[in-house]
């Protein structure tokens, strides 16, 4: 992490995340309230000064001391009212504009994102997505925040990663309709039992995982990859290479499958 080039910008500037998550806790922001914090505190742990540009030169450069004093105030709405100020005028460094785009969208509550302190299981993500929600996870607990989350380098690049993936489902409302079709018609399935005669293929289940939890794309990318990893399936259990034709008996099994239980639900998009 490179270090911050203001003094007036606190060395433990990350320590103090568990204490914003308290104020969560107790009732006194809100989820998207925090999540905005948490990436605010980060960026400018992260970069120091350079942690923002402005879009217009008529805007105020943005500067990390006043900002910080500025999210520490008790009024929740001009706290809110001045996030999306911050995130609607200026762009921040190292981030893809994707990301104050769901932040803002949260914060004005039209994306139904859900803030978690802890990393949900592909099944709970899978859960979420079939109601229309998207999880989040911002990690407070500190040091603990700086270490790496699942694959990637430390808790905010697992945020960040999070709400990449919220705008790819929710950004478009004909792409996120046929996602969440395509993940109710996911939900029902494996409740259903439907998959269960490959989950004693551990690179099977490693990759259905990924569909389940993150995969944001058209609904006929995701069946066209649910394909791919049936055929794999069926050629590691028929000892072939990945690149090695199909059995006839193994393509009528997947041809089945497929027309069976995907190909005749409709993901509208």
Do not use: C
């Amino acid at each position: 992490m490179n270090s911050p080039s203001r003094n007036d910008i606190p060395p433990d500037l990350l320590s103090r995340l568990p204490d914003v998550a308290a104020r969560w806790r107790a009732d006194e922001l809100d989820a998207a309230v925090v999540a905005t914090l948490y990436f605010l505190h980060w960026q400018i742990a992260r970069y120091g000064e350079a942690f923002a540009s402005r879009k217009r030169k008529s805007d105020a450069r943005p500067e990390a001391g006043p900002w910080l004093a500025a999210s520490a105030t008790p009024d929740h709405d001009a706290l809110r009212a001045r996030l999306l100020e911050y995130l609607g005028r200026y762009q921040f460094r190292g981030v893809i504009p994707n990301v104050p785009v769901a932040l803002s969208q949260w914060l004005r509550g039209r994306w139904a994102l859900e803030l978690r302190a802890d990393i949900p299981s592909p099944l709970d993500v899978l859960r979420a997505q079939a109601r229309g929600a998207r999880p989040v996870t911002a990690i407070t607990a500190y040091p603990r925040l700086l270490k790496p989350v699942l694959n990637k380098s430390d808790a905010f690049a697992f945020f960040l990663h999070d709400l990449e993936h919220a705008y790819k489902f929710f950004h478009s409302p004909a792409l996120y309709a046929g996602q969440r079709g395509f993940f109710i018609w996911l939900e029902a399935a494996l409740d259903s039992g439907v998959f269960r005669p490959y989950f004693a293929d551990p690179v099977f289940v490693e990759k259905f995982h990924y569909l389940m939890s993150d995969m944001n794309t058209h609904p006929e990318h995701s069946r066209q990859y649910l394909r791919a990893i049936l055929v794999e399936f069926h050629l590691r259990r028929e000892g072939k290479a990945p690149t090695a034709p199909l059995s006839m008996a193994a393509q009528r099994t997947i041809d089945g499958f497929m027309h069976a239980h995907v190909v005749s639900h409709a993901f509208a998009v």
